[in-house]
């Protein structure tokens, strides 16, 4: 068999995702033949790219007839399979000549049978498919590519955990959930979880802006293509929608979500697990499990009862448990689904459950709390210092940080004493052979009698080293994440997820012996009064052009071209930042901003550099400090974040902002410097003006070149 066509015409979106299963169980089950499927747009955009599909042939709706004609001229197939026999379709498919047909694909499933099963079913039968193809692709998986995943992480910014959304439209008024249900969950939903709230637009604009006018946190977002609406799907922790074509897109995508039913049969067309299917009315005496089709609200629209719709007896709180199971089960996916290039992680503002396997966390008066790393490192423990502070008010807490890290103490106010060493196994080759100099730091440790620490680090450390110095001090309670087994830890927290962000990666860690985490925003301390370098009520731009590698440095002169730029447009002087050292390699970028620059490298202090990118209108920076702070201080900015990361570990998360890098098969690298001329940052000036009027919300003048 070396070509197969699947004629799917049944009119709907989610037909043809319904039909998925048997598409992809037919292309597996013969390899070396060429699957084409003739269907109706815009549904067939779904398809492109899927890896098991050769061709997607799209007709407007009301050319069926003519489409299948026209199809079967052109090509002669060895098996043809469609889903109607309306309009003779199914007479010109057994004349075609095809050495197999399977006409009326659907034949009548039984109410508690889903209709892609009995897809499966019937092309079993017809020994067709095979029994692991049926298994392994039971689910539809739509396919979406790095540069529309890409597209839609920029165009979300930073945005909390979890991220769901609310679809409110529906093609028939019987099958929406009303406005005040969605306004109801929203709340509980942002009270629960801080989740972020995403309200797609579809043919009723009013009702989302309804929504999101009472949710003043709930974000819409503007009717786009289907592929697009798919990319932000994709990007959610949980998809709510009524029963329509988008929640099954949201369900192929992977994205746990949640059906309301009113007057179609969840039993026959609901979602597969682990989704979730709400039936409302599921004992309506008018409902017609075989053809929901033939119930005289279809035809009519209105329910013959005294509610408006079904659908509305599906209370906010039967979502609100919904969604509690489906972000619970998030991890848990069926073992017959092929992963997809999205992968969903934890809710990072679902609190982990209190272990009773660890010892009981006393309230400790004197800890240490240690984060060994960069500014930026110690920047984002925060939300967790303003949480222990809050919590244990009168307990003292010493910041343990290497000399760089250290620099970030004055903008942390819940800190009381600051412990400043290099510690050897974060050494990068600057300390010399000296064992004397270690017991004096365990000496120093045991004199200060701290009764507790707490180990911050990312996700590729080891708490073991610095729980190991805390043992030798006598410290009694040691808690830190780990993912290795050693009796330094009296609280060994079992390691998270890779991708958590790590300012969650913080909370979740004294989450488990009982903080109560509420906010988990970044906040800094700020200076009283602006820096006296700084532009006097004058609106400016911020360039922090540098960073600690030369991996994660975007190239100077591009930022001062784009910099140029944007000065030009708004009128707006650019202030630019760096330490000391910067000094000498700053010359090239300040000739090409001339008299639009204020350089102020090497003259600012850590809490006066805050001051200044708090005022700022708009940064730009690469992956370092300024792009937490810049976060904490909520002023938009436009981030070159190079490869050496996961963009999901470290982004900012509460401030509008723009990511730029180009795709590379070597990210996430870790590495201090690139070999490969920083492919990941070859970006040109261009994009990084266009990002940066799209976060100043100013339209790009026309023509608009860099040239000019």
């Given amino acids: 068999m070396q070509r197969i066509l699947f004629i799917e015409l049944?009119?709907?979106?989610?037909?043809?995702?319904?039909?998925?299963?048997?598409?992809?169980?037919?292309?597996a089950s013969h390899p070396q033949a060429q699957l084409s499927v003739l269907t109706f747009e815009p549904g067939g955009e779904l398809l492109r790219h899927h890896a098991l599909i050769h061709k997607v042939i799209q007709t407007p709706k009301g050319t069926a007839r003519q489409a299948v004609e026209q199809q079967l001229a052109q090509a002669t197939y060895d098996l043809i399979v469609t889903d109607v026999t309306y309009e003779g379709i199914a007479n010109l498919v057994q004349q075609s000549g095809a050495a197999r047909v399977v006409t009326n694909l659907w034949r009548n499933p039984p109410s508690d049978q889903l209709v892609c099963d009995r897809f499966l079913q019937i092309l079993l039968f017809e020994n067709l498919i095979d029994e692991s193809a049926a298994r392994r692709y039971r689910h539809p998986q739509i396919h979406l590519t790095h540069t529309e995943h890409t597209q839609t992480?920029?165009?979300?910014?930073?945005?909390?955990?979890?991220?769901?959304?609310?679809?409110?439209?529906?093609?028939?008024?019987?099958?929406?959930?009303?406005?005040?249900?969605?306004?109801?969950?929203?709340?509980?939903?942002?009270?629960?979880?801080?989740?972020?709230l995403i309200v797609p637009e579809g043919n009723n604009p009013d009702q989302v802006k309804a929504i999101t006018s009472a949710l003043p946190s709930a974000r819409p977002w503007p009717r786009g293509s289907l592929r697009e609406l798919a990319a932000l799907f994709a990007q959610a922790d949980c998809v709510i929608a009524g029963d329509t074509g988008p929640a099954r897109i949201a369900a192929a995508l992977g994205t746990p979500t949640i059906t309301l039913f009113g007057p179609s049969w969840q039993g026959r067309y609901g979602q597969p697990a682990p989704h979730i299917n709400l039936q409302g009315y599921p004992n309506c005496p008018e409902r017609n499990l075989a053809n929901f089709t033939e119930q005289s609200?279809?035809?009519?629209?209105?329910?013959?009862?005294?509610?408006?719709?079904?659908?509305?007896?599906?209370?906010?709180?039967?979502?609100?448990?919904?969604?509690?199971?489906?972000?619970?089960?998030?991890?848990?996916s069926p073992t017959e689904i092929t992963p997809t290039a999205h992968t969903h992680t934890p809710p990072s503002t679902h609190p982990p459950i209190h272990s009773s396997t660890l010892p009981p966390w006393p309230a400790p008066q004197n800890i240490l709390i240690m984060r060994?790393?960069?500014?930026?490192?110690?920047?984002?423990?925060?939300?967790?210092?303003?949480?222990?502070?809050?919590?244990?008010?009168?307990?003292?807490?010493?910041?343990?940080?290497?000399?760089?890290?250290s620099l970030a103490a004055p903008l942390l106010p819940w800190i009381d004493d600051v412990l400043t060493w290099r510690v050897l196994w974060q050494d990068l080759g600057k300390l010399d052979f000296d064992p004397q100099r270690e017991w004096e730091l365990v000496q120093i440790l045991k004199d200060r009698k701290f009764d507790a620490a707490i180990i911050f680090t990312s996700f590729k450390q080891s708490p073991h080293p610095a729980a190991f110095l805390c043992q030798l001090a006598g410290i009694p309670l040691r808690?830190?994440?780990?993912?290795?087994?050693?009796?330094?830890?009296?609280?060994?927290?079992?390691?998270?997820?890779?991708?958590?962000?790590q300012v969650d990666r913080n909370l979740r860690l004294i989450e488990f012996v009982g903080y109560p985490v509420n906010n988990r925003h970044l906040s800094l301390s700020l200076p009283s009064s602006p820096p006296p370098?700084?532009?006097?009520?004058?609106?400016y731009l911020l360039l922090n052009p540098w960073a600690s590698c030369q991996s994660r440095t975007y190239p100077a002169e591009r930022f001062a071209i784009a910099a140029h730029q944007l000065s030009q447009i708004t009128g707006w002087p650019v202030v630019v930042t760096g330490v000391e050292k910067d000094c000498d390699r700053a010359a090239p970028l300040l000739d090409i901003l001339g008299e639009r620059a204020i350089n102020l490298i090497g003259k600012t202090t850590l809490p006066e550099l805050a001051a200044l990118i708090d005022q700022a209108q708009l940064m730009l920076s690469n992956n370092t400090s300024t792009m937490h702070i810049a976060d904490a201080v909520q002023t938009p900015s436009v981030i070159l974040f190079a490869g050496t990361e996961l963009e999901c570990q470290w982004q900012p998360r509460q401030t509008q902002a723009i990511l730029l890098r180009r795709p590379t098969t070597c990210s996430p690298c870790y590495q201090f410097t690139c070999p490969y001329q920083?492919?990941?940052?070859?970006?040109?000036?261009?994009?990084?003006?266009?990002?940066?009027?799209?976060?100043?919300?100013?339209?790009?003048?026309?023509?608009?070149?860099?040239?000019?």
């Fill in 10 to 27: 049944l009119g709907g979106l989610g037909d043809t995702l319904i039909a998925l299963p048997a598409m992809q169980a037919l292309a």
């Fill in 153 to 196: 992480q920029n165009r979300l910014g930073a945005t909390y955990r979890p991220l769901i959304c609310l679809y409110p439209d529906a093609g028939m008024s019987i099958k929406h959930w009303s406005t005040d249900h969605f306004v109801t969950l929203g709340k509980a939903l942002q009270e629960r979880y801080s989740a972020s």
């Fill in 297 to 332: 609200c279809w035809y009519s629209g209105k329910c013959p009862f005294e509610w408006a719709t079904c659908v509305d007896l599906i209370t906010p709180a039967q979502v609100l448990t919904a969604v509690d199971q489906a972000l619970s089960n998030q991890n848990s």
């Fill in 372 to 405: 060994l790393d960069n500014i930026g490192d110690v920047l984002m423990t925060s939300p967790a210092l303003q949480v222990i502070k809050e919590h244990q008010p009168d307990a003292k807490i010493t910041l343990m940080a290497s000399p760089g890290g």
């Fill in 479 to 501: 808690l830190g994440e780990s993912k290795e087994t050693s009796p330094t830890l009296t609280h060994p927290i079992p390691a998270a997820p890779d991708d958590l962000h």
């Fill in 533 to 539: 370098q700084s532009p006097q009520s004058t609106p």
């Fill in 678 to 708: 920083l492919e990941c940052l070859d970006i040109e000036p261009e994009a990084v003006v266009t990002a940066a009027l799209e976060l100043l919300h100013i339209p790009a003048p026309a023509p608009f070149s860099l040239k000019s």
